[in-house]
């Protein structure tokens, strides 16, 4: 079961009436790289992977050079230190509007999520295949959001938390029910939905401009550029806000105050 | 190469395992490196402003306050300094008025001796003519009696002379 390339390249042509070919190059697959077998289960190490470590990578050097470069911070901020003052306290007075003081300590986690998903999401401008159009990617951060919604909602409501899925009558258990689980599944299909979708359109923006004509050859120029500016970078970084606004909201909304 | 967009079997579950493993990694180490110490750096930077704020607040209210005592001790200074000004002019006033008395004093004594001085010349100067006077006449007198007086003719004429000399009043 899988949705794979020539499929997505016969639903896109469908859609826009494209003559598809399926040899040419639509090149939206997260490739697999190598294939592990640890006792008895096979892994896939796919590109989606080693994209992250290569983001993961770069994002913990990035912060080990800010660690280092701390030691000289000072009393009156200057160069470098403003700006990673800048993002952490930008960072942390999200999480405070979005969670109030008390829950600050959120920030910890969702500093480390919004930075993968908004440095995926523009990895894509660098030639790399966004992480986030992955949906294990996008799933696996839900998961975690999901998690932390149920856990907070019964550690802070004890028997409150389950009273919740019997309100206002207990009829509609099943449907309180539905309605948690689709809290994950919408966000996590909402980034990788967004991303993968701006992924096959540039894709299909590069097919279309490599078999123009030579006298429209000039709408390579300009043209790719503004719509990664939209698609990479607008849809980059709205998603990224969009999904850890909704997580703390979720997370928010089911702790009993 | 195989690959795949959306795949929904076993190899999603390990693929959702291993990024969740990826996320937590760099949530930890991104929190551990770089979120807790920056915002630990931050908050202490705000309560070391939040505390000066507050220190200079309560200098402001000190300075405030020793202001008005300097002030109320200024307004002071110019009510003593107009009292020592007032005292120091009645002493002068004081003063003169004791000088000029004296010398009023000093001269009148002055004139007074002066006066008592004219007086005893006078006095002296008379005698002086008195005698002049008698000692002329005498010889005067002495001539004509010599030539045609007796003895006690010319006693009585001495005589009456000088008491008449006695009633005669000296002019200045």
Same mark, same amino acid.
């Given at each position: 079961?899988?949705?794979?390339?020539?499929?997505?390249?016969?639903?896109?042509?469908?859609?826009?009436?494209?003559?598809?070919?399926?040899?040419?190059?639509?090149?939206?697959?997260?490739?697999?790289?190598?294939?592990?077998?640890?006792?008895?289960?096979? *892994?896939? @190490?796919?590109?989606?992977?080693?994209?992250?470590?290569? *983001?993961?990578?770069?994002?913990?050097?990035?912060?080990?050079?800010?660690? @280092?470069?701390?030691?000289? &911070?000072?009393?009156?901020?200057?160069?470098?230190?403003?700006?990673?003052?800048?993002? @952490?306290?930008?960072?942390?007075?999200?999480?405070?509007?979005?969670?109030?003081?008390?829950?600050?300590?959120?920030? !910890?986690?969702?500093?480390?999520?919004?930075?993968?998903?908004?440095?995926?999401?523009?990895?894509?401008?660098?030639? $790399?295949?966004?992480?986030?159009?992955?949906?294990?990617?996008?799933?696996?951060?839900?998961?975690?959001?999901?998690?932390?919604?149920?856990?907070?909602?019964?550690?802070?409501?004890?028997?409150? &938390?389950?009273?919740?899925?019997?309100?206002?009558?207990?009829?509609?258990?099943?449907?309180?029910?539905?309605?948690?689980?689709?809290?994950?599944?919408?966000?996590?299909?909402?980034?990788?939905?967004?991303?993968?979708?701006?992924?096959?359109?540039?894709?299909?923006?590069?097919?279309?401009?490599?078999?123009?004509?030579?006298?429209?050859? *000039?709408?390579?120029?300009?043209?790719?550029?503004?719509?990664?500016?939209? $698609?990479?970078?607008?849809?980059?970084?709205?998603?990224?806000?969009?999904?850890?606004?909704?997580?703390?909201?979720?997370?928010?909304?089911? *702790?009993?105050? | 190469?195989?690959?795949?967009?959306?795949?929904?079997?076993?190899?999603?579950?390990?693929?959702?395992?291993?990024?969740?493993?990826?996320?937590?990694?760099?949530?930890?180490?991104?929190?551990?490196?770089?979120?807790?110490?920056?915002?630990?750096?931050?908050?202490?930077?705000?309560?070391?402003?939040?505390?000066?704020?507050?220190? #200079?607040?309560?200098?402001?209210?000190?300075?405030?306050?020793?202001?008005?005592?300097?002030?109320?001790?200024?307004?002071?200074?110019?009510?003593?300094?107009?009292?020592?000004?007032?005292?120091?002019?009645?002493?002068?006033?004081?003063?003169?008025?004791?000088?000029?008395?004296?010398?009023?004093?000093?001269?009148?004594?002055?004139?007074?001796?002066?006066?008592?001085?004219?007086?005893?010349? +006078? +006095?002296? #100067?008379?005698?002086?003519?008195?005698?002049?006077? @008698?000692?002329?006449?005498?010889?005067?007198?002495?001539?004509?009696?010599?030539?045609?007086?007796?003895?006690?003719?010319?006693?009585?004429?001495?005589?009456?002379?000088?008491?008449?000399?006695?009633?005669?009043?000296?002019? !200045?």
């Amino acid at each position: 079961m899988g949705l794979h390339l020539l499929e997505v390249k016969s639903l896109v042509g469908h859609l826009i009436g494209w003559n598809t070919d399926p040899s040419s190059d639509l090149d939206v697959e997260s490739r697999i790289i190598e294939k592990l077998h640890i006792g008895g289960i096979e *892994i896939w @190490i796919s590109e989606t992977v080693v994209n992250t470590w290569i *983001i993961m990578a770069a994002l913990i050097l990035i912060a080990l050079i800010f660690r @280092i470069k701390m030691k000289n &911070y000072k009393y009156k901020p200057e160069g470098s230190q403003n700006v990673i003052e800048l993002i @952490i306290e930008f960072m942390d007075s999200f999480v405070k509007s979005a969670m109030s003081e008390k829950y600050a300590y959120f920030g !910890n986690w969702f500093f480390g999520v919004f930075a993968l998903i908004l440095v995926s999401n523009l990895s894509g401008l660098l030639g $790399f295949r966004p992480p986030t159009a992955d949906l294990c990617t996008t799933a696996a951060i839900t998961l975690t959001t999901f998690v932390l919604i149920h856990f907070m909602g019964i550690w802070t409501g004890k028997g409150s &938390y389950f009273k919740g899925y019997l309100e206002p009558i207990p009829v509609l258990l099943p449907i309180n029910i539905i309605s948690e689980l689709a809290t994950p599944i919408s966000l996590s299909f909402r980034l990788f939905g967004n991303i993968l979708g701006g992924m096959i359109i540039m894709g299909m923006v590069y097919m279309a401009l490599g078999n123009l004509p030579s006298i429209l050859k *000039i709408f390579n120029i300009g043209v790719p550029a503004a719509l990664h500016l939209y $698609f990479d970078v607008f849809a980059g970084c709205i998603q990224t806000v969009i999904f850890v606004m909704l997580s703390m909201t979720f997370i928010k909304d089911k *702790i009993a105050d | 190469m195989e690959g795949y967009v959306i795949i929904l079997d076993q190899h999603t579950l390990v693929l959702v395992a291993i990024q969740l493993i990826n996320t937590c990694v760099l949530c930890f180490a991104l929190s551990k490196l770089l979120y807790k110490p920056v915002l630990n750096f931050v908050n202490a930077r705000k309560e070391k402003i939040a505390e000066q704020i507050d220190t #200079a607040e309560a200098k402001l209210s000190e300075a405030n306050a020793l202001k008005t005592e300097y002030e109320n001790k200024l307004k002071n200074i110019d009510a003593e300094r107009m009292e020592i000004l007032d005292q120091a002019r009645a002493q002068a006033n004081e003063n003169s008025r004791q000088i000029i008395a004296d010398a009023k004093t000093e001269a009148d004594n002055i004139h007074n001796r002066a006066i008592t001085d004219i007086k005893r010349e +006078e +006095e002296k #100067a008379k005698d002086e003519i008195k005698k002049q006077i @008698i000692e002329v006449s005498t010889m005067v007198s002495g001539k004509f009696i010599a030539a045609n007086m007796t003895e006690e003719e010319q006693q009585k004429l001495v005589d009456d002379t000088i008491s008449d000399l006695e009633g005669v009043e000296w002019l !200045n």
